[in-house]
């Protein structure tokens, strides 16, 4: 029954990788994010319910989030904002001093 409503959600809206996802998915998921915010691997196995650290690890995946990180540029007139567009920039917003603010992600 669950597999038949991904199927149909995935093809409805056109991405596939939506079947793939199973409840365990979000259990990895959960285990990560707490892990992450918390650093604390004892804690993790406690909200997962397990006996056992090495079945917490198993859904913890330890690895090292990075911040958000951007590169900043601005632009004087719509010529410049055009190029920063096209190298792949997003508009945040323009300053009273009609100067328009830009980022990427590192």
């Known amino acids: ?5 991904r199927k149909r959600q995935a093809h ?8 793939q996802i199973h409840f365990h998915t979000f259990r990895h ?4 994010t707490e892990y ?4 604390n691997i004892l804690y993790v196995m406690k909200l997962l319910g397990h006996r056992s650290i ?3 690890l198993v859904y913890t995946q330890l690895i090292e989030f990075k911040d ?15 190029e920063l ?14 100067i328009m603010l830009f980022r990427k992600r590192k």
Not at 1 to 5: G, K
């Open 29 to 32: 998921w959960k285990a990560t």
């Open 36 to 39: 992450h915010k918390t650093k």
């Open 12 to 19: 409805k809206l056109q991405n596939t990788r939506l079947a």
């Open 54 to 56: 090495k079945n917490t």
């Open 68 to 82: 958000d990180e951007y590169t900043s540029k601005v632009a004087q007139n719509t010529k410049e904002a055009s």
């Open 1 to 5: 029954m669950q597999l038949r409503q």
């Open 85 to 98: 567009v096209e190298a792949g920039f997003e508009y945040i917003c323009t300053t009273p001093e009609n």
